[in-house]
């Protein structure tokens, strides 16, 4: 397979990846909204589940084969920027653990942390994106 096929596959699996990043933890502060035990909050964990499972986890595993492929095919341990740009996935992989432990939280009806905590975790994968993309264009360093 090509690098540009390959690259192409990436951006993708990364776009689906920082979708469910960005949309869980807003879900999170809808779900800090509503009655435990109330109809929609079963539905919350119905979503929270589905977006997880079937959009964010896949799209995370994708991501890092095509990256790591990707790596391979342009040397990648060899360039600085990388090194930095490795990090922040790194972190957004730990920020995505997270939320799936958030989500468990959320299933048994034992969430603790507030709406405000979910705004503001809702800013993380953000940061890291644009780490990210900036690290891997212009390559600062």
């Known amino acids: 397979m090509s690098y540009e096929w390959v690259k192409a596959l990436h951006v993708l699996s990364i776009i689906a990846w920082m979708a469910g990043l960005l949309y869980l933890p807003r879900l999170f502060v809808y779900h800090c909204q509503v009655d435990v035990g109330s109809a929609q909050s079963e539905l919350f964990k119905v979503m ?3 977006l997880l499972r079937a959009i964010m ?9 095509f990256g790591l492929w990707l790596m391979v095919l342009i040397e990648g341990w060899a360039l600085p920027w990388f090194h930095a740009k490795l990090l922040a996935v790194v972190l957004m992989t730990a920020a995505h ?3 799936a432990r958030w989500r468990k939280d959320f299933e048994a009806d034992r969430n603790r942390r507030t709406e405000r905590f979910y705004r503001i975790a809702n800013e993380v994968p953000t940061v890291l994106m644009l780490a990210a ?7 600062p360093f």
Not at 57 to 65: D, G, L, Y
Not at 133 to 139: G, K, P, S, T
């Open 48 to 50: 929270e589940r589905r």
């Open 57 to 65: 986890n896949p799209a995370m595993i994708a991501s890092w084969i």
């Open 97 to 99: 653990m997270a939320m």
């Open 133 to 139: 993309v900036i690290l891997a264009i212009v390559e």
